[in-house]
């Protein structure tokens, strides 16, 4: 290489290479970093609620509650109103028996009245002791007593677990309980014909021979089958007064009972009726 040539390269390197980087456009590069939005989710730990967030919340969960309620409160309604039917047609079946037993005991104590009517009519004209058999049958036919006795089971329970308060027809439970405490009232009434009747038996015992009786009894074995009037029974008169005040006294207790019987067979009758019309039962 010539010398030339190395001086050129020479200048180039150490003189001129500096101007020309000074001469050269520098900039302050300083690096950038965007800025970037952060939206925040309603449901984010950081997240600060508005006030119609929280209502709207508070709403949900009161008409979460509410219907719940709502539902729980119809469930036993519909409940109620099925043990309340199963109720009245179980009470229905015990009035109905009810009324049976209450036209047997009607019945029983009309063919005591006639017993009755007829023995007073005999006895109230007797001036002899002697009469006939058939006064002595006619005590046999209002021999015995008839007390009712009430188809409680389903009222019972109606009374015992509260379950009146499951009917919604207040007509309905003063009927039943009206109902209730003519039966009560009647059993007491029963107690009274009882021991009247009691009274009258022994009374009777006194009043036949007993003689008499003995030996018309070892004469037949059956003596509604024998004439009335081919054998004759003794009286003791010193107790026919006595005897008559007390046949008096059971017969009047006897109707006074059957009108009780007629009511309440009535009010059951009726009682049925009612309520077969408000649960639509056949």
């Known amino acids: 290489m010539?010398?030339?040539?190395?001086?050129?390269?020479?200048?180039?390197?150490?003189?001129?290479?500096?101007?020309?980087?000074?001469?050269?456009?520098?900039?302050?590069?300083?690096?950038q970093t965007s800025t970037m939005e952060v939206h925040k989710h309603p449901h984010h730990v950081t997240h600060k609620k508005k006030w119609f967030e929280y209502l709207l919340e508070f709403f949900m969960l009161f008409l979460a509650v509410f219907l719940g309620f709502v539902a729980e409160n119809w469930r036993e309604h519909i409940v109620e109103r099925n043990r309340e039917k199963q109720y009245m047609q179980s009470l229905v079946k015990d009035l109905a028996l009810d009324t049976l037993e209450l036209s047997k005991g009607k019945k029983f104590r009309l063919q005591k009245i006639a017993a009755l009517d007829s023995t007073i009519n005999i006895l109230?004209?007797?001036?002899?002791?002697?009469?006939?058999?058939?006064?002595?049958?006619?005590?046999?036919?209002?021999?015995?007593?008839?007390?009712f006795f009430q188809n409680s089971?389903?009222?019972?329970?109606?009374?015992?677990?509260?379950?009146?308060?499951?009917?919604?027809?207040?007509?309905?439970?003063?009927?039943?309980?009206?109902?209730?405490?003519?039966?009560?009232?009647?059993?007491?009434?029963?107690?009274?014909?009882?021991?009247?009747f009691v009274y009258n038996s022994r009374l009777g015992q006194k009043l036949f021979d007993a003689r008499s009786v003995i030996k018309t009894l070892q004469s037949s074995n059956n003596i509604k089958a024998m004439p009335d009037s081919s054998i004759i029974i003794k009286l003791n008169l010193a107790y026919l007064d006595e005897y008559l005040n007390n046949l008096m006294?059971?017969?009047?207790?006897?109707?006074?009972?059957?009108?009780?019987?007629?009511t309440n067979k009535k009010t059951a009758s009726n009682l049925i009726q009612l309520i077969k019309k408000e649960y639509h039962l056949e």
């Open 153 to 196: 089971g389903t009222l019972d329970q109606l009374k015992n677990s509260g379950g009146l308060r499951l009917i919604n027809n207040r007509k309905i439970v003063d009927s039943i309980e009206a109902y209730d405490q003519q039966v009560r009232r009647m059993a007491k009434r029963d107690d009274y014909e009882g021991e009247a």
């Open 124 to 147: 109230g004209v007797q001036n002899t002791s002697l009469v006939t058999l058939m006064v002595y049958n006619l005590s046999r036919e209002f021999y015995g007593s008839r007390s």
């Open 249 to 262: 006294n059971y017969e009047f207790l006897i109707k006074n009972n059957l009108g009780v019987f007629e």
């Open 2 to 31: 010539s010398e030339e040539e190395n001086i050129t390269e020479e200048q180039l390197t150490e003189e001129n290479v500096q101007p020309v980087i000074d001469e050269l456009p520098t900039t302050n590069y300083q690096p």
